[in-house]
Structures are given as C-alpha cells and as structure tokens.
C-alpha cells in the first residue's frame, strides 16, 4: 500500500506571503499529481508531474517531483484569498493513492 | 464545457436505509472512477470502470456496497444498508484514458449523511 504524507496539515498565512506544502512516501510512483479542492466540490487537477527533478510552472505556484520520484513540493509565490483550498497530491503507480491534503487558508 | 455530473448533491438518510448515488461521465470517457471522502482525509478509490468491467473493486465493501456501469456510460453506486460510517462525499470521476496517472476529471460529489 503506498502512502502519501502531506505536511503540514493545516497552513494559514497573510495574503502575499510565499509558502512550500509537501507530498512525502516511501514508494516510487511512475507520476504523480497535485489537485485543488474547495468546500463542497471535486478536486480539480493543477498539474502532472512525470520524470524525476522535473519542474513545473502554472503562475504564481511550481511543482517540484523529487529525483527520486518519491516526493513533491508546490511552493506558491505571493498567496491571494484566492488560493484559499484543500491541496491534494495523488501518487500512480498500480493504483493512483491521495494524500490527506493541505488545508491553506489565505487571509487579506 | 463538458463536466461530470453527479446527484443528488446531497442525501440525508437514516440508518439500515437503502441509499444510490448517480454519475454521468464527460461524453467519451471510457475510464469512470467512484471515491469516498471522509471529512480531513483525501479521496478513497472505491471502485474503478473500464467501459462497462470493473477494473478495479479491491476497497469496495462487497457486503454493502456494489456498483454499476451497465452501458458502459452512466454509472450507480448503491449502499445497503447505509450505516454512521458510510458518512462521507461520495466523488465520481472520469477520464479519458484507461491506467492511472492521466488526468481525473471529478463531479461535484454527493454529500451522504447518515443519521
């Protein structure tokens, strides 16, 4: 069973600060993705990352794969109210397994 | 542009009940994918559709809980009975590829609360 770790649980800051959530397991996973949820609805994909060290850029956030395909980092540059929403990772490999999330508020 | 759509949006029902949840893939999307969501935890997979054949039911509780695609387009998942623990968000989602890691295109899932 892969488990994905995300940290930390819950993340509360001013709007215009920067900020680094992590996606954390023991296991390799062939791709892995970062999702964002709001209250009430389905998570909505932001991104795939696919190739060990690879690096994405959608804006103000980047997405981070790790060499070793085992973890990810979405650091988001200057947070707006906007970015407010439960940040999921998803591992694939066999199965595709999500993470807890990360609870972002962002405050005006 | 095209969306998952799912109902009811929310359920209210007592204990030992019967309970269905309905989901209508995007149009082509031969790939459709049932996940529970427990309030602060990530989503669960359930049960996972290849047209009409289950790929994958291993996290589905067989005892209670059963699923169909019987088209291979539009699918149902069915509790009963429904017990405290089956409170959750029931997601549904599709995409247009089979295997993991291609992008999963969610509803905005079925709230259930079970009294």
């Known amino acids: 069973t892969q488990l994905l770790e995300q940290s930390p649980q819950f993340l509360s800051i001013q709007e215009g600060e920067n900020l680094t959530v992590y996606c954390n397991s023991s296991s390799v996973f062939s791709s892995l993705q970062w999702y964002r949820q709001e209250p009430g609805e389905g998570p909505v994909l932001l991104v795939t990352?696919?190739?060990?060290?690879e690096v994405k850029k959608l804006k103000r956030l980047t997405f981070q794969f790790g060499d070793a395909r085992k973890d990810s980092s979405l650091h988001i540059t200057a947070a707006q109210p906007g970015d407010t929403g439960l940040y999921l990772c998803?591992?694939?490999?066999?199965?595709?397994?999500f993470g807890a999330g990360t609870r972002l508020t962002v405050k005006p | 542009e095209a969306e998952v759509a799912q109902s009811p949006r929310y359920k209210i029902t007592e204990k030992s009940q019967a309970v269905a949840f309905w989901c209508d893939p995007i149009?082509?999307?031969?790939?459709l994918y049932w996940y529970r969501q427990i309030l602060g935890q990530g989503p669960e997979l359930l049960v996972q559709f290849q047209d009409e054949s289950v790929v994958d039911d291993s996290q589905l509780p067989k005892d209670r809980f059963s699923a169909e695609r019987l088209k291979g387009v539009d699918s149902t998942l069915k509790i009963q009975p429904a017990e405290l623990g089956d409170s959750a968000m029931y997601l549904c989602a599709s995409s247009p590829a089979p295997g993991q890691g291609y992008e999963q295109f969610f509803g905005p899932g079925t709230r259930l609360t079970v009294l």
């Open positions: 998803a591992g694939a490999d066999n199965d595709m397994r």
């Open positions: 149009s082509g999307h031969a790939t």
């Open positions: 990352v696919v190739t060990g060290g």
